[in-house]
């Protein structure tokens, strides 16, 4: 999707330093690493809304689902396109650092 971590790239877009780091999130294997400890799903909804600025078109979350991989929490995200609910989009997020904590 980007040549440049999506770090690289929502800094130079968007002028902001997210703590997040990893991959572009499009499988579970290369996933958003969310470095925050807490407030990872306002990040995870503030990530796909850059997403979609980038590509120009408007989207939903469909759904949300927890997957536990080896020792990592994953949040797996499905979006669909509003005018196009076939077109849909799976991005992952490895919420590790954030999961269970409530502070």
């Not at 971590?5 to 002028?15: A, R």
């Not at 330093?17 to 306002?42: F, H, M």
């Amino acid at each position: 999707m980007f040549s440049s971590s999506l770090k690289e790239v929502f800094q130079k877009v968007f002028h902001v330093d997210l703590p997040i780091s990893g991959g572009n999130g499009q499988s579970i294997d290369d996933p958003i690493v969310i470095e925050a400890e807490k407030d990872c799903v306002a990040l995870e909804n503030q990530i796909i809304g850059f997403i979609q600025q980038l590509g120009g078109k408007t989207w939903k979350i469909e759904k949300q689902e927890l997957i536990s991989k080896e020792d990592c929490r994953i949040d797996k995200i499905s979006i669909v396109l509003v005018d196009d609910p076939e077109n849909y989009h799976n991005y992952y997020f490895d919420i590790t650092k954030s999961f269970g904590r409530f502070d």
